[in-house]
């Protein structure tokens, strides 16, 4: 079964050429056939692949020498293991259910640009399964990229508007910054062991110095800083909700940016050999998290909420990462899959029924309009703070135990970032659901439930971001509960022997999942009151709460530091150095000759030839000079 | 024989050009013979696996001789040769060219001047071809160019012409060291002058070069003549003739100073180096799309120069296929700005926009080029440029970091590119924009196929060159 692996990209890129190709001639229902068809025929391939690997193993499919040189041969070969048949059933699973969403979201769009788009949409999936199933860091680099490329294309997807297009710029352009870091690491890779294929680097660490793989970790972080949106990298995962809201869901939610914790997960052996990189990728995480936290808090655009709630759920992530605790990580990049997907479509209806507005001041009272909306939309709300016993709950609590064992003050930290999460979460929520309505009556009359291509989507994730957390059930609750951790078990086998082991109380850590709850649940209860009654007074921040709003100031910070200069200096170099400088010193020796056989008159003035001839004949004078060499003065006197 | 026809076809085929009536017939004729020659460009790659040669006596009294040969890169650069005429050909054959038989003649011309060059293992002969290349370009560019045509040529020409006179000096002197005053390459390669003087000739000959390829600071004559060139001769010079200088330096400089080139390589790298992210900064500010291509370009020769003095393995490999990957991309994005200033009659991005809707297709096919220039995964050239980048990192990890960051920039000039001539709303001059026409669509097409066939199994391209890269190698 392992052997077909290659028809899992193999779907989504035909259905790329079917579509991409086919845009104007195919009808629409044609066009989300073949390309929400493509997807879901991957996603059954993916499941026999779940089940073989659950069966026999691991094993790795060579499919043909990409690049072969003297020094190093890499294949394009594909790894099939645990972690990546998890990853597979996420990416083809949620990107199916996206997929058939975006067929009723996106009807309005003209034949051709609906075909584009799901075009667009494929070639993202198939450039995501490479990434994840690539056997090596080349393979995984150009996954790694082509992701960028589709997040580029899609999120400039409305390419009349120059807002959105600059959107789609400054991603590509981030991610490359963190793109550079990954490279490096490739050619360390390389010119140490000779390979970057996974089986063979990780068997050889032994031949890395404590500095290399301090050197190569810190910057495959560093590819994961841009394509995961954490510290400093992170401005341009805002803005890229520019491009439609599936692509949000699907992209800049579940998928793409969960890029960076497979990547360190799947390198998790060297990363367990480099504790300084692990304190820096656990110190990133979690700032970020609280960072992004405190800017949501304060957004009112239903999007924004939700793009910084995922630069701070991703930094959850890279605490698990940096703590250790990767099968946590792992879990909490599913579980928030399934509940921030189901919170962008959520989104997504929303947008749809209000006529594409956006700003959740204007919203309000909408349950009684939407109520399949709002059921799922509230069910991924309690997911996301960490209720239980739904499933963003046990990630989380894992993530923060795990944090606890290394550092006391990470879960403290970590604890209060889980607190925003709710406030901001349910702000949202009672602002969007409850009250009244504070739209328009234009608004008002169009509102609706979305159709059953939007709606069933909403309903499936809505189950699996309740019941998503049970596959991974702490042991104190139930021995040997953690089936995603028994299942994952191979991948950090070796990570997991060099660990150590801080093991909680049952009872402390009873107590901790209880007063954490408690708390959340407190929290919620504040923001629903403090927001159920919300009426636009058009009453401006002031003081932190103008800073929230404005993001720290975080991007205008990025422009006068790093931006404008830059421009300045390419101005300086174009218009100064290029055209006075170094131009203007070559015009002066060309006049500087010119001049010098005009004033000498050894010759006629004016031709080109002749302005050479002088050139050459003081150069032949100088090489003699210079060489004096008996065998050139008799050649010349031969000739003249 | 292959060495032989690869010239003599394009010669002829340009000879024969003067002689015809003035008309439609010279393009017809000028495309047929360009698709001649990479028949035979073909079959040398394809049929003839070992290594072909050709020698006949030439000067007798000086001892130079006409020998060709056809090692590795020189299959790869005559099939780069061989496969850009058509294209270049095919996609300006709507162009109507004042004295079209002329025109195309000199075009042909320079083709077999540069297949020459590529081939020439006779010092004397290697010059003849190089000037044989630059005389019919110098006189498309000043005949058929555009306005301030005439200055920038003779700008153009002085600089090459100086360079190239140099080179001659540094011919002569080690033509005078070698044991049976011969010209040969091989001879060349047996002479191993010492200490200084091997410094001061390699100057002689890196000069020339570094000037036709260009590198930072002896650039200043590129962007002018690629602006003010007939578009189908800038394609020419920035496909091909700039690799001149690259394939000089492997073939001619590399082995024969091997010593001034191991002294001097810190101070060529840091030149290049500083020369790709000088030429990135001004290409995010050109207003032009012509001048863009241009300082990009600067910018990605800047690597290759750099990369060959790193002087390993995977850098040599990644300059041998990126040679001919940036050649056929070069090409494509000059194809998109030549259709795009004869149709609207204007470069400028400020007076460009919104050209997607009018023309999905060429948008569609640019971006696919914008993205090879980039050097994005599956394309061709980010395998090039893995190996040079892999390269440089041997040579120095820091000189990588920085140098690295020219693909940052280059993200950012070519995106501005493309967002600005073709996102957004339209403007004046694209309100009634059209596709470009059916020719430009399919020569574009091509070259997209090719763009993506080797980004995804390059090892073909690797492998052609091996014997080179290993030959290089262990010469030093």
């Known amino acids: 079964m392992s052997k077909l692996v290659y028809l899992v990209p193999l779907f989504p890129l035909l259905g790329f050429l079917i579509n991409g190709l086919g845009r104007k001639s195919l009808s629409k229902t044609m066009v989300g056939i073949v390309g929400s068809g493509a997807i879901l025929a991957s996603f059954i391939v993916s499941l026999c692949i779940f089940f073989d690997v659950k069966e026999h193993g691991a094993t790795v499919v060579n499919l043909f020498s990409f690049i072969r040189t003297e020094s190093f041969s890499i294949p394009f070969a594909f790894q099939v293991d645990q972690l990546s048949s998890v990853f597979l059933l996420i990416i083809t699973g949620i990107g199916f259910l996206i997929h058939l969403y975006s067929s009723a979201y996106m009807h309005e769009e003209p034949n051709e640009h609906f075909g584009r788009f799901f075009a667009y949409l494929n070639l993202f999936v198939f450039s995501m399964l490479l990434l994840v199933l690539g056997a090596n860091y080349v393979i995984m680099f150009i996954g790694w990229e082509g992701v960028g490329l589709c997040s580029y294309l899609l999120i400039g997807f409305w390419f009349k508007n120059d807002n959105y297009n600059y959107a789609a710029k400054k991603a590509f352009v981030m991610n490359r910054i963190g793109d550079l870091g990954f490279l490096l690491a490739v050619f360390w890779l390389l010119f140490k062991l000779g390979t970057v294929t996974y089986g063979d680097v990780f068997a050889n660490v032994a031949q890395l110095s404590t500095f290399d793989i301090t050197a190569i970790t810190m910057l495959l972080f560093v590819g994961a800083m841009g394509k995961s949106a954490q510290l400093p990298l992170y401005t341009w995962l805002p803005d890229a909700m520019a491009g439609p809201t599936p692509v949000s869901a699907l992209i800049h939610a579940a998928t793409m940016v969960t890029a960076g914790i497979y990547m360190i997960a799947r390198s998790n052996i060297l990363y367990t050999l480099a504790p300084a990189t692990q304190t820096v990728i656990a110190v990133v995480g979690l700032a970020t998290a609280i960072f992004a936290a405190t800017i949501a808090l304060k957004q009112n655009d239903i999007k924004k909420v939700l793009a910084y709630s995922t630069v701070s759920q991703l930094g959850y992530m890279f605490l698990g990462l940096g703590v250790g605790a990767y099968t946590g990580a792992v879990f909490h990049v599913m579980t928030h899959a399934f509940f921030k997907a189901l919170l962008f479509l959520g989104a997504g209806s929303v947008i749809h029924a209000m006529h594409h507005e956006q700003d959740i001041r204007k919203m309000g009272g909408l349950k009684k309009y939407m109520p399949v909306t709002h059921i799922t939309f509230l069910l991924a709300c309690l997911a996301i703070a960490g209720i239980p016993p739904f499933s963003g709950f046990f990630s989380k609590d894992e993530i923060l135990m795990a944090a606890y064992g290394k550092n006391p003050l990470y879960y403290y930290i970590g604890l209060g970032g889980a607190l925003m999460t709710a406030f901001y979460m349910f702000r949202l929520y009672t602002m969007t659901f409850l009250g009244n309505f504070r739209g328009t009556h234009e608004q008002q009359h169009h509102l609706h439930e979305s159709p059953s291509a939007m709606t069933i989507p909403l309903i499936v994730l809505a189950i699996l971001s309740v019941a998503g957390g049970w596959i991974g059930i702490p042991d104190v609750m139930i021995e040997h509960g953690h089936q995603l951790e028994h299942f994952l078990a191979p991948v950090f086998a070796e990570s997991a022997k060099l660990a150590e082991h801080h093991h909680l109380e049952a009872s402390t850590e009873y107590m901790f999942m209880g007063v954490s709850t408690v708390a959340i649940i407190i929290v919620i209860i504040l923001a629903v009151n403090a927001y159920r009654k919300y009426q636009d007074n058009g009453a401006e921040n002031t003081g932190l709460g103008k800073v929230l709003e404005n993001k720290w100031y975080i991007d205008e910070l990025y422009d006068a530091v790093i931006v404008n200069p830059l421009n300045a200096l390419a101005g300086f170099l174009k218009n100064v150095v290029e055209k006075s400088g170094i131009d203007g010193v070559v015009n002066g020796v060309g006049r500087l000759v010119g001049y010098g056989s005009r004033q000498l008159r050894l010759l006629q003035s004016g031709q080109v030839g002749n302005y050479i001839l002088v050139m050459v004949l003081a150069m032949v004078v100088f090489v003699l000079i210079w060489f004096n060499d008996q065998t050139i003065m008799d050649f010349l006197s031969k000739i003249f | ?476």
């Open chain 2, 1 to 476: 024989m292959i060495p032989v026809l690869l010239i003599s076809v394009p010669l002829v085929g340009g000879l024969a050009n003067f002689f015809l009536k003035e008309g439609s017939l010279a393009k017809t004729w000028a495309l047929l013979a360009s698709v001649i020659t990479l028949a035979v460009a073909v079959a040398g790659v394809c049929c003839y696996p070992a290594q072909q040669s050709f020698d006949a006596s030439w000067i007798q009294p000086l001892g130079a001789r006409f020998s060709l040969s056809l090692d590795g890169m020189s299959k790869m650069l005559t099939l780069l040769t061989a496969v850009s005429f058509p294209l270049i050909f095919g996609a300006t054959f709507k162009n109507n060219y004042q004295k079209p038989a002329s025109f195309y003649g000199l075009m042909l011309l320079a083709q077999a001047g540069l297949m020459g060059v590529f081939l020439a293992t006779d010092a004397l002969l290697f010059y003849f071809f190089w000037e044989l290349a630059l005389i019919p370009v110098y006189f498309l560019c000043s005949i058929w160019g555009g306005e301030r045509r005439i200055q920038v040529t003779f700008k153009f020409f002085v600089y090459t012409f100086v360079g190239s006179l140099l080179m001659l000096i540094g011919i002569l002197v080690i033509y005078f060291q070698t044991p049976d005053h011969s010209f040969a390459l091989q001879s060349f390669y047996s002479v191993k002058l010492q200490g200084a003087s091997q410094q001061f000739v390699f100057w002689l000959f890196f000069l020339a070069f570094a000037i036709k390829m260009p590198v930072f600071p002896f650039h200043t004559w590129q962007p002018d003549a690629y602006e003010q060139s007939p578009t189908a001769t800038t394609m020419v010079l920035s496909g091909i003739m700039v690799k001149m200088g690259i394939f000089a330096v492997i073939r001619w400089l590399l082995p024969v100073f091997p010593d001034a080139a191991a002294h001097y390589s810190k101070l060529i790298i840091i030149l290049s180096v500083t020369g790709m992210l000088y030429a990135s900064l001004i290409a995010i500010r050109q207003d032009d799309i012509k001048r863009m291509i241009a300082y990009s370009s600067i910018a990605h020769i800047g690597l290759m120069c750099a990369a060959i003095f790193a002087m390993n393995k995977p850098g040599l490999e990644g300059v041998m296929i990126q040679m001919f990957n940036h050649g056929i991309n070069v090409i494509g994005l000059w194809i998109v700005a030549d259709a795009i200033e004869k149709q609207l009659g204007t470069r400028r991005f400020s007076e460009l926009g919104g050209l997607a809707q009018k023309a999905p297709a060429l948008a569609i096919l640019f971006v696919v080029m914008a993205f090879a220039n980039i050097a994005l995964p599956l394309t061709n050239a980010f395998v090039g440029e893995f190996l040079m980048f892999n390269g440089l990192f041997r040579y120095n990890i820091w000189i990588a970091a920085v140098a690295g960051i020219s693909i940052i920039l280059a993200a950012v000039y070519t995106l501005n590119s493309v967002q600005k001539i073709f996102y957004g709303n339209t403007v004046t001059a694209t309100a009634n924009a059209q596709e470009a026409n059916k020719n430009v669509q399919w020569v574009l097409v091509i070259i997209t196929l090719l763009i993506i066939a080797l980004g995804v199994y390059p090892q073909p391209l690797i492998d052609l060159t091996k014997d080179t890269v290993n030959a290089v190698m262990a010469g030093r």
